[in-house]
């Protein structure tokens, strides 16, 4: 069973970064695809970058050239840097696993916590 934890997220100035972290107590992490998920109020949940076991990536167009998705095998943990961070990147951040088409959808049956990140000046 995966187990997800997210933590990393706070409050940071326009044009500031934050690294998230995902740390995952189930037992196939090394072999599942990996995606971080942002959800703003009011709308929907959307795959913001994903890392596939053998590390191939794919990030959201709004994204790209400015976070950088990575994971740690050895720590069963899936990071995301967030640079040049703008005030709409404000959302709840979650993180999930599973096979890449899975991840890629979305379509997970449960979701953690997920983690605040806060742009503002």
């Known amino acids: 069973q995966v187990q997800l934890v997210e933590s990393g997220g706070g409050l940071v100035q326009p044009g500031g970064s934050l690294r998230l972290s995902c740390a995952d107590s189930g037992s196939i992490f090394s072999i599942n695809a990996m995606g971080w998920y942002c959800q703003a109020p009011g709308k929907q949940r959307e795959l913001v970058a994903a890392i596939t076991s053998g590390g191939i990536t794919k990030y959201a167009d709004s994204v790209k050239g400015r976070f950088t998705i990575s994971r740690d095998n050895d720590k069963n943990t899936v990071y995301l840097q967030m640079n040049s961070l703008k005030p709409e990147d404000t959302a709840v951040y979650y993180c999930?696993?599973?096979?890449?088409?899975?991840?890629?959808?979305?379509?997970?049956?449960?979701w953690g916590q997920g983690t605040q990140v806060t742009v503002s000046s």
């Open positions: 999930n696993a599973g096979p890449p088409l899975t991840v890629l959808a979305g379509d997970f049956g449960s």
